[in-house]
């Protein structure tokens, strides 16, 4: 997250959607296998979670991780972006800089260009159509230092979670 604003903004919209879900925090901790303190500090902007903690929390609230960084809708309305639960995949590198935002057609970073451009490295990862674009929806600031590895690594990251 790139501000305290940001954090209380996540935090804001994480409490709404854990309040429509019906779940105490203890609940959305237990289901998330994080700490209920985590999950109270996450809540009132005082701890940035890490990547894996934001794409659980997503999955049980049944929402995209894009939109813990929005304002919530308006009861009754759903969020813009597809939930989790509709197939799309999201994860992130726990690296200051990363955010999540809906796939888009903008070019992807540098580092996930140089990985997909290495014919070496996709017939070793062989990565499918699936995590690619879940690579792609990755959004970072241009300029944030992340090269090839830091790809890899998500994509590691995302296998890891699938099983």
């Known amino acids: 997250m790139h501000s305290a604003e940001d954090a ?38 005082r701890e940035e979670p890490r990547a894996d903690t934001v794409r659980r929390l997503a999955t049980v609230l049944g929402v995209n991780p894009a939109d813990f960084w929005r304002d919530p809708p308006s009861r009754g309305q759903q969020p813009e972006t597809p939930s989790a ?29 140089e990985l997909l451009e290495d014919e070496r490295s996709r017939l070793m990862l062989a990565i499918t159509p699936e995590e690619e674009e879940m690579l792609r929806s990755i959004r970072t600031r241009r300029d944030a230092p992340l090269g090839k590895d830091f790809f890899i690594d998500v994509l590691v990251s995302y296998r890891r979670n699938r099983t």
Do not use: C, K, W
Not at 85 to 108: I, K, M
């Open 8 to 45: 209380q903004r996540f935090g804001r919209t994480m409490r709404e959607y854990r309040r429509r879900a019906g779940l105490t925090q203890q609940q959305l901790a237990d289901r998330a296998e994080i700490d209920r303190a985590t999950v109270s500090l996450i809540e009132n902007g």
């Open 85 to 113: 639960q509709s197939g799309d995949s999201f994860t992130a590198h726990e690296s200051e800089g990363v955010h999540y935002e809906s796939l888009s057609t903008s070019r992807p970073h540098p580092g996930l260009t």
